[in-house]
């Protein structure tokens, strides 16, 4: 596979950036140094060093040491990131070095938060280095004069890459780069990743087919500490969220609040949830501590880091909002309450602490669920192994090839063989056919067989061969819709005086009522009313634990991190090693032994016991919930069609649960069938109302695809108004079309990422070869014990699940 085409360049040309590291005190790195040297001569890669080893400067010296050295109008250097908080950063991190040597350079961000005004007069007159995300990047290929626009561009980069690869806002990044170099192919890549375990796939991606992407690593030595905070006692039957909060005292204790301290949490609504408790537990510090999500308001989140980097905000509470680049050199030390669930996020977590090169990392776990020790403990030997996740490309995603197509009609327009060959250079749709995209291509020019009553799905029209944009109305909608993040309908919060506060999902507020109070953004406020998409609200002193939840869904254990739980397990077993995080759930480790055993990694543990509630057969893979979902309805539907009855499942990351009525042979009934491949896709869609995940999955493709309109932003649709209308459309393509692409897309989805089958096949041929540990218990087990209380709070009060909690336990104390 060619590189480049190598340039000749002389050393001379990197003077300038040599003469500012001198200024700062600084010897470039040997990464940063042959970084530089790959950029000047035409090569394209990737760089892969640990966080906060000075990746920035070496993505972006040699670019400007190039324009330095020849220099010409227009935009030559274009920054992506993946998140607008991150572009601030960046864009002051590449003014520095500019500002201070005087070089004639112009540096701008165009993000969402960019002013109408300065989007107008970029598209006019393009910045030298342009910040971007990968959404703006799209919508700017929308406009006319992309020819000329990118005429002088150099060099891209892709920052964080690791967090867009498997994810359709990387697809879409690479869409947009493949039209990109169709326009300049000269066009370098350089992508930034500091968490990656393939490294040279992730690397092609960046650089599309046809390239050999040139990988630059350094031996820089970044120690990880992690340490835990402990609670003074375990219970020998843990359950989700059981410590917690119930440990604020012990956090507070290890903290000192001249440290600075991110305290990450997993979910924006556990965010809310601590920083009260912080305000509650240490008032006399509340000024110097700060919340800190994607969904409060954008000046309140740049005053949030600016107080940081100052010093006078010393502990913020926050989620991956602040989980990439952004640069805190203050920052001493990092929190993560709850499992992280994949080793790469608490590796990137943990180098936000000592934010430069060689520095040591010191990272705080605290746990929600004392079994979270053990994952901790997994963690921890998987990082000293050099364990770590991959990610890899979709594949096809057809709904976001469908927005591209669009976006470049309504650009300078596209011919069809052209734009073939655009996209088949790319790994996602390396495999594309033509057929597929003349498919696509009728769909946006006709509706397709089943829309092609209704003009405004007729969104392209074809005129001497060029695809173009029907009408001005059809590109001002497709701007509007322009992005692959589809999530719940977002609702803006605002005092009544109109100052902005954030944004909340309209599921939460539509179940408020005038007069309510709830807790959000480190406030209590009042809800007053909401009219046109817009919450408005008083301050209040009135008290409430109520608090806003997002539905990004569940985390699970990865892949990685699965294996590492399952050797840590049995090293448990042999008693081969201790830690403290062993030690103190030892009391839970003892009991699971005593009632049942501790799995090794040849095992495969099902446990059996009856209860009033009927019979209990639970099952521990250690695989993941998303995959335990999966394996539990398939299991049931085997188990039904040898004896019918009626089943409750429920599960974990550890493993899962199937509740059948009292005295069912699930003993007698079982057997090596269960791990059969042969009718897996079958019985997985016979297990579930596959339909109806379909449909779910089907409205954010429909919204991606642009089939559903979310409104003008003074008039947006609810969530609802969106839920109709795709549900109509899904309903329609199914009964007329069932061979539609994006349908077809809609059920891949569901089986490949929400009931991840490919992890579910690789795991039954696991299980398949282990030896199967069966158990009869008098009662459920610490592991099993989880599961069972997953399944009673999904129907019941805080209260009331924690009564039954302890009237359970009273009733077994004795057995």
């Known amino acids: ?358 520095g040591t990392s010191e990272i705080f776990f605290l746990p929600t669920n004392a079994l979270e020790l053990l994952e901790i403990s997994a963690m921890r030997h998987g990082l000293d192994a050099g364990e770590i996740e991959v990610r890899c490309a979709l594949t096809k995603p057809y709904d976001v090839l469908i927005q591209h197509l669009v976006t470049l009609a309504c650009g300078d327009g596209f011919k069809a063989e052209e734009v073939l060959q655009e996209i088949q250079k790319t790994v996602s749709y390396n495999q594309i056919t033509e057929q597929e995209l003349n498919w696509i291509l009728e769909f946006i020019t006709t509706g397709g067989k089943c829309l092609n009553a209704y003009p405004r799905y007729k969104k392209v029209i074809l005129e001497n061969g060029v695809y173009k944009a029907a009408d001005a109305q059809i590109i001002k909608m497709h701007r509007m819709g322009v992005g692959t993040i589809a999530s719940s309908q977002a609702v803006r919060i605002v005092y009544t005086n109109r100052k902005d506060i954030g944004t909340v999902e309209e599921s939460f507020v539509s179940k408020l009522k005038k007069g309510d109070v709830f807790f959000f953004a480190g406030k209590q406020l009042e809800f007053f009313m909401m009219k046109d998409m817009v919450v408005y609200v008083k301050g209040t002193t009135r008290k409430s634990t109520v608090t806003p939840i997002w539905y990004g869904g569940n985390l699970t254990i990865s892949d990685t991190l699965s294996r590492q739980l399952r050797q840590e397990i049995t090293t448990v077993k042999q008693q081969t090693q201790r830690n403290a995080e062993l030690e103190c759930i030892q009391p839970i480790l003892s009991a699971q032994a005593r009632i049942s055993q501790l799995p090794a990694q040849d095992e495969l543990l099902i446990e059996c016991c009856k209860t009033r509630e009927g019979q209990h057969l639970y099952v521990f893979p250690f695989e993941g919930r998303f995959v335990h979902e999966g394996l539990g309805m398939l299991w049931g539907y085997r188990f039904a069609s040898q004896k019918h009855a009626t089943f409750t499942i429920s599960v974990n990351d550890y493993g899962f649960e199937i509740l059948a009525p009292k005295d069912y042979p699930f003993k007698d009934l079982f057997s090596k069938e269960f791990f059969d491949l042969e009718r897996l896709q079958e019985d997985i869609k016979a297990s579930l109302n596959l339909s109806e995940l379909t449909s779910r999955k089907f409205r954010n493709i429909a919204q991606i695809a642009g089939l559903v309109f979310k409104g003008y932003p003074s008039a947006k649709k609810t969530s609802s108004q969106l839920q109709v209308s795709s549900s109509l459309i899904y309903d329609v393509f199914s009964k007329y079309e069932p061979e539609n692409l994006l349908l077809k897309q809609a059920e891949t989805e569901v089986m490949e990422d929400q009931l991840e089958v490919h992890r579910l096949t690789k795991t039954l041929k696991r299980l398949n070869r282990l030896a199967i540990a069966w158990r009869d218990t008098k009662r459920p087990s610490p592991f099993a014990f989880p599961l069972l209380v997953e399944r009673l709070s999904s129907r019941m009060s805080n209260e009331s699940l924690l009564e039954r909690i302890t009237r359970l336990k009273e009733q077994w104390s004795n057995k």
Not at 44 to 54: E, F, K, L, R, Y
Not at 58 to 72: F, R, Y
């Open 1 to 358: 596979m060619p590189r480049h085409r190598q340039k000749k360049f002389d050393l001379s040309c990197l003077q300038p950036a040599l003469e500012w590291f001198e200024k700062q005190g600084w010897q470039p790195l040997p990464f940063q140094m042959e970084t530089w040297q790959a950029v000047l001569a035409g090569e394209s890669g990737m760089i892969q060093v640990p966080t906060g080893s000075g990746k920035t400067y070496a993505a972006v010296m040699g670019a400007i040491a190039a324009m330095l050295d020849a220099p010409k109008p227009g935009l030559q250097l274009l920054y992506i990131t993946p998140l607008r908080a991150l572009s601030r950063d960046i864009e002051q991190a590449i003014l520095r070095p500019i500002q201070e040597m005087g070089w004639k350079l112009k540096v701008e961000s165009r993000t969402g938060d960019t002013t109408s005004s300065r989007k107008t007069r970029q598209l006019k007159n393009m910045p030298d280095i342009l910040i971007t995300t990968p959404e703006s990047l799209s919508v700017m290929l929308s406009y006319e004069g992309n020819r000329e626009r990118f005429s002088s561009l150099r060099v891209v980069i892709l920052d964080e890459w690791h967090e867009l690869l498997n994810s359709k806002r990387g697809t879409q990044t690479e869409l947009c780069l493949s039209h990109l170099r169709s326009l300049q192919p000269t066009l370098q890549t350089w992508a930034i990743s500091a968490t990656l375990g393939n490294p040279s796939e992730a690397a092609q991606v960046a650089v599309g087919l046809g390239v050999e992407p040139k990988i630059i690593q350094a031996n820089l030595q970044r120690q990880t500490v992690i340490k835990s905070v402990l609670p003074t006692s375990v219970d020998s039957f843990p359950w989700a969220g059981h410590l917690g909060l119930r440990m604020l005292d012990e956090l507070v204790e290890a903290l000192d609040i001249n440290v600075s301290t991110l305290i990450f949490t997993n979910t924006r609504s556990q965010s809310e949830r601590w920083y009260q408790a912080l305000l509650f537990a240490v008032p006399e510090y509340g000024d110097r501590i700060a919340l800190h999500h994607g969904s409060i308001d954008v000046k309140e989140r740049e005053a949030i880091e600016a107080g940081v980097k100052a010093g006078t905000i010393k502990w913020v509470v926050c989620t991956s909002s602040l989980d990439l680049g952004v640069d805190f050199q203050p920052v001493e030390r990092v929190v993560q309450i709850g499992s992280a669930k994949n080793l790469a996020r608490l590796l990137q977590r943990a180098g936000r602490s000592a934010h430069v090169p060689q």
